[in-house]
Every structure is written in C-alpha cells, then in structure tokens.
C-alpha cells in the first residue's frame, strides 16, 4: 500500500507557487492566484485597483489640454466613462471628442483612449474571476492527468482526499467547474 501512495509533491508545489497563503472563501472574490505568478493576471489587478488614478490623471491631462477648467471625468452604468463640457465651454472642445450624450447643460463626449480604458477596466474583473477559475481548473487537471504509474484506485482514493483535506486546511472553497 505504501508504495500505492501518491504524496502530491507536484500538486503540492503548484499550489504553493500560484494559490495565495490567505485565499478567499470563494474564486467570486478573485484574491485567489498570488502576486506576481502571472504578469497578465498582476496587470488586470492593478487596471482594476487603480482605475480612479487614470481617471484623475486623464481629466488632469484633458483639462491641461483644452483650457476647460470644468471638464469632468466620470462614469455611469448607462452610458460608461464620459468627458463631460458645459455648454459655455462648447467652443473649446477638440475635434477628437466624439459626442456621446446631449444634457440641458453640458454635452458629454468620449476619445478612443477613454473607450479604450473602459474596456480595459470594465473586464478587467471578469478577466480576475476567469483567470482565478481557469488556474484552479488547471490545477486540478494537472493531479487529474498525473500518470497513475503503480498507483492503484485506492490510491488516487487517497490522492483525492488529500488534495481535499489540504484546501480544506487553507479555507479554499471548492466549487465545481463545468
């Protein structure tokens, strides 16, 4: 029996490379993969933490850019992030401004950086939620596809509850994957 058991020494190291030392309580929360394990899924971290600091500089720059000490910067779930001018500076708005709303008011526009960003920011945690899901499925289906070798059904038995007994250990909810 004893040579049957698998010690998971792969598995293992794969989880204490990629899963963070304090994981979340479900992969909804999207803390799951440690820092600096994958560069793509560190950038959409930092898009989606650090968006209202691009925010603050783009208005900054915009306003630098055209004169219009009142152009705003902002978002709303109908119509995205827009650049709003009030009526009195209608004058000084660029060309690259594309109209996107008229108010009593103001006129609210966009710039393809702007569109751009907010597609960025905007999946950026959709992007986390599918990275996160994608990398435990990964993980399990690496210890899933280990050939089995001299192991018998007894011990990917054992093998199995292991793997449980481990994330159990590290509060890692276990969901299902599809």
């Known amino acids: 029996m004893a040579e049957d058991w698998d010690d998971l020494g792969?598995?293992?190291?794969?989880i204490e490379s990629a899963i963070h030392d304090d994981p979340p309580y479900t992969l909804r929360e999207g803390r799951l993969i440690k820092k600096g394990h994958s560069n793509e899924l560190d950038e959409l971290r930092a898009i989606s933490?650090?968006?209202?600091?691009?925010?603050?500089?783009?208005e900054l720059r915009e306003r630098e850019r055209t004169g219009i000490s009142s152009l705003k910067v902002s978002y709303n779930r109908?119509?995205?992030y827009y650049i709003e001018v009030t009526r009195t500076n209608l004058a000084n708005v660029p060309q690259d401004f594309i109209?996107?709303?008229t108010l009593a008011?103001?006129?609210?526009?966009?710039?393809?950086e702007l569109k751009e960003y907010e597609e960025k920011v905007l999946?950026?945690?959709e992007?986390?939620?599918d990275w996160s899901t994608g990398c435990s499925s990964r993980c399990g289906n690496r210890w899933l596809r280990r050939?089995?070798?001299s192991r018998t059904w007894r011990g990917g038995w054992q093998s199995s509850i292991a793997l449980f007994h481990l994330l159990k250990q590290r509060q890692t909810t276990i969901i299902p994957v599809p």
């Open 10 to 14: 792969e598995v293992h190291q794969v």
């Open 49 to 58: 933490s650090e968006g209202k600091g691009w925010i603050a500089g783009i």
């Open 78 to 80: 109908v119509f995205g």
């Open 99 to 101: 109209r996107k709303q």
């Open 105 to 112: 008011n103001a006129e609210r526009f966009i710039t393809p």
């Open 123 to 125: 999946g950026a945690e």
């Open 127 to 129: 992007k986390i939620l």
């Open 147 to 149: 050939p089995s070798g």
